[in-house]
């Protein structure tokens, strides 16, 4: 098959990059199953029969939600001195990311367990105790896998092993941090403002 | 470009005439497949007690006339593109002195796709409104004077009946009056569901509502005629979800009091003690209520007046002596896994309840 | 061998899907031969209650999930790089670990039948339907273990599919040759895309949902605890929002096997193209505001029946309207009756009578007489027996030459098709008429004297037709694999990227990428004085 007659040469014929539609699909999917809890979680607000209710155990996580928003900040910045070729601030802004995430991360740590040995509210607790576990559960459980990406990478630029050309693949899964970050802005919404 | 059979012409010919004459009878075999069942429709009862075609209450009558008007114009639909898929196979198939060329190559018109898309959208729109308007009557019905009410609880794998009106709790077999169009009698169902979902499915009498844990619902049926109809479970439940049967007894108004008033009593004073006893030391009365005794259990269907009923089980078998024994001694022999569990008595002891059984009338 | 558990080719993982497909089916019928003879009769006593329980949930459950994605997902994965002339998927180890994935959920969900006390009785396999409503599936209803492995295995094959649906979306958007613009693709390719993206956003839900229940049957979650306040509706409303669209993901591919073998065999392009491409993007859309269509009878107020009575006649529309070009493209061509045309005129037939059906349930009050009855077990066997099965027969004679070389049998498939067809009516067309007399679905016997008795007689014995067919069809596919006579690269004078290499392609699919001018590559080789890029 020839290019008769066609002035079409490989650069001049472009595709979206496989890695980002790749990370949207992922991010579509999963947007799905949130939703699906979300929906489910406002469905079940006010419907518990007994039980310790949002107003009575929940506060308001400020501070690990401020440092989850800002480490998509850190991360945007990180991505920015990558393509740059910037490799120290790389280094550093990456490593902030990592740090403001495993804060927030600390931080739900210390919620649940004040909520389950303190006020004996677990998932078998009511309705909104199963609604509030998962759903901020799952979110955590993305969060934590963003970590594990995030440290792989800090490990690899330790080692000298990321360049400037990774850039793209970097960026591709900083679209799964920022999504971690969305939701968290949604489940934030739902549980801390509306469900209160 | 190679083609790996050749054709014969005259093979070629006879298969088109064959499968054309094929498809023509399969045509006229569905064309009969359909008609003879609409026509034993229209004979309501001779085939089958459960037509949905044979509607004999307002909310089956309703959903009857809609459903013949659908029937008409997807009928239409069908004989017109079937007509013309079959036009088109016979008309364009290839010929011998064809096969080294093409056709004329025809990409699309636009307004063929604009026809084909606003004609289905004012069928749409026939469709839905018609459709919309039947909903409303039948869902958003309001109950007239003299309605009858009753609380259908449904259980793994039967039915309790309760008309909170007269203090009357059945199970199994539902009476209702006999509804007069001038002037309507309706019974007014609240569904509910002690375990799993179940659905509500007499078919000559109303489309179907399912009973749901935490989540109750209300169906109406007004029968213009007396008579026993039948239906049964149609949402599946689990093991015996398949005799979980319903026999809806429509009577005259005269019948339905008399039946009512007879609910009402207690079991009368038993002459049999044994049984009686019995049926508390072998632990019936935990799940089982006889009215005017110790036993209140609420598990299984209200005993009071078994002996008022046609079958056991919910429509599983008859009621009759024989059966009743058999049951008593292992359900599980006419409805393997219903909730009843086999009884460990004697030979003896089995006759006395059953004997004790035969009294509550 | 190791090549192949290791592969990331995706004409082998295609094929692995196939097969893979092809042995769930035989198994899906024998579970439906087993339950037929059981029903044959009033009051049969065949098999026993719990038994035939465990067969139905077991048949849906596997049609769906190790029959019907596998195989979609087997063509697709196979077919879609070589009709964009990409050498291979975006993604090909996520395509081999979606297929291992989806393989192991099905044997998961098989191994209950050896895990419990009677192989005879089909172990513990799952009883609740393969709709699994709550509570039925609550701890306290289903004691033991079989609802986790439904459960279980469908988390596996779900987190399957998901990586298919996203490998075909990164694969048409970021893979196609120079010179294919989205305009310019197949229509196998467009619904490939429509069906992965559509994958991404209903098994997700499903997903979702069975999480929930996993959490209520081990760590006490209430999601569908009526005792706690929960809802069951909720469970039916998520099941559905997957449900629905599932079943356009499995049709969707199944219109571009259509799509590419009318043209074919009628020797004329497509008719409408764009407007078939609307219409499947606009289905895709639709098909996930309909799901409730499931639950009219489960007492949503009259608004909320009324708003899903809609939604679900509205996306009767664009379906229509891909019946129509396709009949358009057969008007005025020239018909070659060879099988695989023979099937897509079968599954023409039998998708409008399913699609009609399908609209007397969309319409709620008859649907309150009509659901959860066999009225619903004929149509929805009707689209996926005479509109899938017979779509995907008319692909494997298709593209079975291409996939190994060798023509299948024409005699053979000839038999297939008619005796298929026959069984097919015999049992399905019959099987409408208990569900418009009352029989309810899912049970295990029925009375007498209710007029069901002589029905299902007849779909019994259909049943015997369309084994015997399925048998002639997998002698042919061995005879033909073995000694058909040889294909060469375009046996049936197509036009589309895959007939332009050898049967089979090599691993690289084509010696250099090619570039293409309109929709159909090779006709424009094949007419140089009037190829179609003048027209599109």
Known sequence: MSATGLNMTASTWQLPSRGKVGMICLIIAESAIFTIFVAAYVFYIGKSLNGPTPREVLRVPIVGTICLLSSSLTMHWAIARLRQGQMAAFRICWFLTLLLGAIFIGGTTLEWRHLIYQDGFTIQTNLFGTTYYSLVGLHASHVIVGLIGLTIVMILTLLGKVKREHSERCEVFSLYWHFVDAVWVVVFTTVYIVGR | ?361 | ?536
């Not at chain 2, 909903?135 to 449904?154: K, N």
């Not at chain 3, 180890?93 to 969900?109: D, E, H, P, S, V």
């Not at chain 3, 229940?213 to 909720?234: E, K």
């Not at chain 3, 065999?265 to 078939?276: D, Q, T």
């Open chain 2, 1 to 361: 470009m190679e083609e790996a059979q050749t054709h014969d012409p005259r093979a070629c010919r006879a298969r088109h005439l064959v499968r054309r004459s094929l498809l023509v009878a399969g045509q006229v075999a569905i064309g009969a497949f359909v008609s003879s069942a609409a026509e034993s429709a229209w004979a309501s009862d001779p085939v089958s007690p459960t037509n949905i075609f044979a509607p004999d209450s307002t909310p089956a009558h309703s959903i009857y006339r809609l459903s013949i008007f659908e029937l008409e114009i997807l009928g239409a639909i069908f004989v017109v593109v079937f007509s013309l898929l079959l036009y088109a196979v016979i008309r364009f198939r290839e010929r011998k002195h064809e096969e080294a060329s093409e056709p004329p190559q025809i990409y699309g018109s636009n307004q063929m796709e604009l026809a084909w898309t606003v004609l289905p959208v004012l069928i749409v729109v026939v469709l839905f409104l018609s459709t919309a308007q039947v909903i409303h009557r039948v869902q958003d019905a309001r109950e007239p004077e003299g309605t009858i009410e009753v609380t259908a609880v449904a259980h793994q794998f039967w039915w309790e009946y309760r008309y909170p009106q007269f203090g009357v709790v059945a199970a199994n077999e539902l009476h209702v009056p006999v509804s007069d169009p001038a002037r309507p009698t309706p019974t007014y169902l609240h569904l509910l569901s002690a375990d799993v979902d179940h659905s509500f499915w007499v078919p000559r009498l109303a489309g179907k509502t399912d009973l749901i844990p935490n989540h109750p619902n209300d169906m109406w049926i007004d029968p213009h005629e007396t008579g026993l109809f039948l239906g049964q479970c149609a949402q599946y439940c689990g093991t015996q979800h398949a005799k979980m049967l319903l026999r809806v007894y429509v009577e005259s108004r005269e019948d339905f009091d008399r039946w009512v008033h007879t609910q009402q009593q207690q079991a009368a004073a038993s002459p049999s003690a044994a049984g009686s006893a019995l049926f508390v030391a072998k632990a019936c009365f935990v799940c089982h209520t006889i009215r005017g005794t110790t036993s209140v259990g609420q598990a299984g269907p209200d005993l009071t007046h078994l002996m008022s009923r046609d079958t056991l089980g919910s429509g599983a078998v008859p009621n009759t002596p024989e059966n009743l024994l058999k049951w008593v001694r292992n359900p599980d022999t006419f409805k393997p896994g219903t909730r009843m569990p086999a009884s460990d008595v004697t030979d003896q002891e089995l006759s006395q309840i059953v004997d004790y059984l035969m009294t509550l009338r």
């Open chain 3, 1 to 536: 061998m190791y090549e192949w558990l290791g592969t990331g080719d995706h004409k082998k993982i295609g094929l692995m899907y196939i097969v893979y497909a092809l042995l769930f089916l035989v198994v899906m019928g024998v579970e439906a031969v087993l339950m037929r003879i059981q029903l044959t009769h009033a009051n049969a006593t065949f098999l026993s209650p719990e038994l035939f329980n465990r067969l139905f949930t077991l048949h849906g459950t596997t049609g769906v999930f190790f029959v019907a994605m596998p195989i979609l997902f087997g063509f697709g994965n196979y077919l879609v790089p070589l009709m964009i002339g990409a050498r291979d998927m975006a993604y090909p180890r996520l395509n081999a670990f979606g297929f291992w994935m989806t393989a192991f959920g099905g044997l998961l969900l098989y191994a209950s039948f050896f895990a419990g006390d009677s192989v005879a009785q089909a172990g513990i396999a799952p009883d609740v339907g393969w709709f699994a409503y709550a509570p039925l599936t609550a701890t306290a209803f289903s004691p033991g273990h079989s609802t986790d492995y439904w459960n279980l295995s469908l988390l596996l094959a779900g987190v399957g599919s998901i990586s298919g649906g996203a490998n075909f979306v990164a694969t048409i958007l970021s893979m196609r040759c120079p010179g294919m613009t989205l305009g310019r693709m197949p229509l196998l390719a467009w619904m490939n895309l429509v069906m992965g993206g559509l994958v991404l956003v209903t098994i997700s839900p499903l997903t979702a949902a069975q999480l929930m229940l996993m959490g209520d049957r081990y760590l006490g979650a209430h999601f569908f605890d009526t005792q706690a306040g929960g809802s069951v509706v909720m469970w039916m409303h998520f099941f559905w929002i997957f449900g629905h669209p599932e079943v356009y993901v499995l049709i969707i591919p199944c219109f571009a096997f259509i799509s590419e073998i009318i043209p074919v065999f009628s020797r004329k392009a497509i008719f409408g193209y764009p407007a078939m491409v609307a219409a499947t993007t606009s289905i895709g859309f639709v098909s996930l505001g309909v799901w409730a269509h499931h639950m009219f009878t489960v007492g949503m107020p009259s608004y909320g029946n009324a708003f899903f009575v809609l939604t679900t006649m509205v996306v009767a529309v664009p379906t229509g309207i891909k019946i129509f070009n396709w009949l358009a493209t057969i008007w005025g061509g020239r018909i070659r009756f060879r099988t695989p045309m023979l099937f897509a005129l079968g599954f023409l037939f039998q998708f409008l009578i399913g699609g009609l059906t399908g609209i007397m349930l969309a319409t709620a009050p008859f649907d309150w007489q009509l659901g959860n009855s066999y009225f619903v077990v004929a149509h929805f066997h009707y689209v996926i027996v005479g509109g899938i099965l017979f779509s995907i027969f008319a692909a494997f004679y298709y593209w079975f030459p291409k996939m190994t070389g060798r023509m299948l049998n024409e005699t053979l498939g000839k038999w297939h098709f008619w005796i298929l067809l026959i069984g097919f009516h015999l049992t399905f067309d019959s099987l409408h008429i208990p569900g418009l007399l009352g029989m309810p679905r899912r049970v295990y016997t029925y009375e007498a004297g209710r007029g069901w008795e002589s029905w299902n007689m007849i779909a019994s014995i259909g049943v015997i037709f369309q084994g015997v067919a399925v048998l002639i069809f997998v002698y042919n596919m061995i005879q033909s694999y073995v000694k058909g006579t040889p294909a060469g690269n375009d046996p049936w004078d197509a036009w589309t990227l895959e007939w332009a290499t050898t049967s089979p392609p090599p691993e690289y699919n084509f010696a250099t990428v090619p570039t293409v001018h309109s929709r159909r590559p090779l006709w424009d080789i094949k007419h140089p004085d009037d190829p179609d890029s003048k027209y599109e």
